[in-house]
């Protein structure tokens, strides 16, 4: 079965820091895009970061978090960990992580597993 389980979620005081990570099982971790979305409540899903499969090996953040979160993969470990800094009350959200095959992107529809879910609360 292929799973993905997000975890690293927590309460943190704006201008910390978390990291994030993805353990994937079920298929192999080069093979696919993993891309890490959010979502806020009553909000709607938002791209956050995606690390391509390695056969691309590019990275990409969306504007609202350029500079102050990393994505990186961890193939041994099948792990794809996000590292957020400066953290601002706007991160606040269910973060999720997900894997897609043919995947250079943050639009959901292309991608075919996801995990659970963590979730992240930023404080004022």
């Known amino acids: 079965d292929v799973q993905l389980q997000a975890s690293g979620g927590g309460l943190v005081q704006a201008g910390g820091s978390l990291r994030l990570s993805c353990v994937a099982s079920g298929f192999i971790l080069d093979d696919y895009s993993i891309a890490w979305f959010r979502q806020a409540p009553g909000k709607d899903r938002e791209g956050v970061s995606y690390v391509s499969s390695s056969t691309i090996g590019t990275t990409y953040y969306a504007d609202s978090v350029k500079g102050r979160f990393t994505i990186s993969k961890d193939s041994a470990k099948a792990t794809v960990y996000l590292q957020m800094n400066s953290l601002k009350p706007d991160d606040t959200a269910v973060y999720y992580c997900?894997?897609?095959?043919?995947?250079?992107?943050?639009?959901?529809?292309?991608?075919?597993?996801w995990g659970q879910g963590t979730e992240v609360t930023v404080s004022s």
């Open positions: 997900a894997a897609g095959v043919a995947s250079a992107t943050l639009v959901p529809m292309y991608y075919d597993y």
